[in-house]
């Protein structure tokens, strides 16, 4: 997160805790915005971690995910559980910049390997991330 916000990247995810408030953190120290697209349909419901900026209350639970993934010029999975694999899935279907950080490995009969970026560090992430939106003909930095 740090790496993101010192580059001038808005961080977008669900949210949540665990990776989610780590990059989150790490963006809010470094100057970065963050945003929270929740699965609940307010604070009650799903509470955004303490460094989320700008919460967006869903209501539709995982159904979230796309909007997460759609919200970004690039993805960077991170670790992750079923949530982190609905968004891998749904950066490979609409052909989003995907980077993976020890995370899901997704290859469907030996199709798509090629569609995640493999990485070893989390600056080597930001990197990969930014240099892909950037050939997207994104706006990072």
Same mark, same amino acid.
């Given at each position: 997160g740090r790496e993101l916000g010192k580059r001038g990247v808005t $961080? =977008? =995810?669900?949210g949540g805790g665990g990776v989610m408030?780590? *990059? =989150?953190? !790490?963006?809010?120290?470094? !100057?970065g +915005?963050?945003? @929270?697209?929740?699965? !609940?349909?307010?604070a009650s419901q799903s509470?955004?971690?303490?460094? $989320?900026?700008?919460p967006v209350f869903t209501g539709i639970g995982y159904a979230r995910n796309s909007s997460v *993934? #759609?919200? @970004?010029?690039a993805v960077i999975a991170v670790g992750g559980s079923y949530g982190t694999l609905s968004e891998i899935a749904f950066a490979?279907? +609409?052909? *989003?910049? #995907?980077v993976g950080l020890d995370t899901w490995d997704f290859d469907y009969r030996g199709h798509d390997?090629?569609?995640?970026v493999r990485v070893t560090t989390a600056q080597e992430a930001v990197e990969k991330a930014i240099e892909m939106a950037k050939q997207r003909g994104g706006g990072a930095k």
């Amino acid at each position: 997160g740090r790496e993101l916000g010192k580059r001038g990247v808005t $961080v =977008c =995810c669900g949210g949540g805790g665990g990776v989610m408030e780590a *990059v =989150c953190r !790490g963006a809010r120290s470094a !100057g970065g +915005h963050t945003i @929270g697209i929740m699965p !609940g349909r307010d604070a009650s419901q799903s509470p955004p971690n303490p460094w $989320v900026e700008f919460p967006v209350f869903t209501g539709i639970g995982y159904a979230r995910n796309s909007s997460v *993934v #759609l919200t @970004g010029e690039a993805v960077i999975a991170v670790g992750g559980s079923y949530g982190t694999l609905s968004e891998i899935a749904f950066a490979m279907i +609409h052909d *989003v910049p #995907l980077v993976g950080l020890d995370t899901w490995d997704f290859d469907y009969r030996g199709h798509d390997a090629e569609k995640i970026v493999r990485v070893t560090t989390a600056q080597e992430a930001v990197e990969k991330a930014i240099e892909m939106a950037k050939q997207r003909g994104g706006g990072a930095k």
